[in-house]
């Protein structure tokens, strides 16, 4: 995508054509608004989607409001071009086509598709060739696209089945750490006082309570609580990170050898929470990527910056193909 233009010009052209791209997931979501050369016109922030299926028109309100205001500071008539909107929890049928419905019906776009958030990401990164894309916040997926140009996805299991290496599954480690110390079925970990004591519990038997009830971003909520004692030098805590790691390096393995051949080194993007800039699971993922051997893309991603091309997309605008990935198993 090209740098944001001055929003006045927009105004005086009535023949541009626009489009709107959506990143809505866990934590918040972004609408980026694009002219039809890519260039970014506005953009609105708001709460986090995470689609219900029972009720995905309350989401829809809020991505439709959010697309209202950034279309208002663009200077952008609705309905836009095209719409292309990557939300957590809308990788799947029928959730998928129920929200199409509802967005089309809110009169925003001329056409109009959605998929899961990491879909957009991943277009970000890659909007056209071989590469693959990690993603590791609450939970954890892997996305690649091969030089013939098929595309594969590993885990988005969700957190019964899969999220190796996410923030939940690393939570849950450190409290099976935790649990097997206490027995002495383990070694003992200075997990154990560090979690009771950020999680105001008086003893170990309280955890049992705290569990029952606990979201799963309230057990990803103690990664950096785990980093810090695995930095101190606890056993147990070392050994979850390390866990972690070898997870998420056996996600991208997987794809680099069910994708070959591939035309030079893959090239490797990463996403999500826990693989932020200045995150320590960054620097240890950066470190046994390139082991593989594979390069590590370096640029900050824009989930919605991502789903703008596939908007374009919609309008062959682009080279993006905006044809669904596999099925996505779970918002991420």
Same mark, same amino acid.
């Given at each position: ?12 052209? @009535? ?6 791209? #959506? ?18 016109? /506005?953009?609105? %922030?708001? @709460? +986090? ?22 279309? =208002?500071?663009?200077?952008? %008539? ?34 109009? =598709? ?32 091969? /030089? ?5 996805? #590993? ?39 560090? #979690? ?39 056993? /147990? ?23 070959? +051949? ?6 490797? /993007? ?22 593989? @051997? ?5 640029? #900050? ?22 044809? +669904? ?8």
């Amino acid at each position: 995508m090209n740098q944001t233009a001055p929003t006045h010009l927009h105004h005086l052209d @009535p023949n541009v054509s626009y489009f709107l791209g #959506v990143d809505g997931g866990g934590t918040r979501t972004r609408v980026v608004l694009v002219d039809q050369a890519g260039t970014e016109c /506005a953009r609105a %922030d708001g @709460p +986090p989607t995470l689609i219900d299926p029972a009720d995905p028109a309350a989401t829809v309100g809020v991505i439709a409001d959010l697309c209202r205001e950034a279309a =208002s500071k663009g200077g952008a %008539d609705l309905p836009v071009a095209g719409l292309w909107a990557g939300i957590a929890g809308a990788g799947t049928e029928p959730t998928r086509s129920v929200v199409e419905t509802a967005l089309r019906e809110a009169g925003l776009s001329s056409l109009t =598709s959605a998929g899961a958030d990491a879909e957009a990401t991943f277009y970000d990164a890659f909007p056209s060739g071989p590469g693959i894309l990690l993603i590791a916040g609450t939970g954890s997926i892997a996305l690649g696209r091969g /030089a013939d140009g098929s595309r594969l996805r #590993v885990g988005g299991w969700g957190l019964h089945l899969g999220d190796e290496g996410s923030g939940y599954r690393i939570g849950m480690s450190a409290l099976h750490a935790f649990a097997r110390g206490e027995d002495g079925r383990g070694v003992s970990t200075e997990l154990r006082d560090s #979690v009771l004591k950020v999680l105001g519990l008086a003893g170990p038997g309280d955890l049992i309570k705290w569990i029952a009830s606990a979201q799963k971003a309230d057990v990803a909520s103690l990664v950096p609580l785990i980093f810090e004692v695995a930095e101190a030098g606890d056993r /147990a805590a070392l050994t979850v990170i390390e866990e972690a790691v070898d997870e998420l390096v056996g996600h991208v393995r997987t794809l680099v050898r069910r994708l070959e +051949p591939w035309p030079a080194t893959p090239e490797v /993007a990463l996403a999500g929470g826990l693989l932020k800039e200045n995150r320590p699971l960054r620097v240890r993922m950066i470190r046994a990527i390139e082991v593989l @051997p594979c390069r590590h893309q370096a640029r #900050v991603l824009d989930g919605a910056r991502g789903a703008c091309s596939l908007a374009m997309g919609l309008a062959d605008l682009t080279d993006g193909s905006p044809a +669904p990935w596999p099925e996505f198993l779970s918002g991420n």
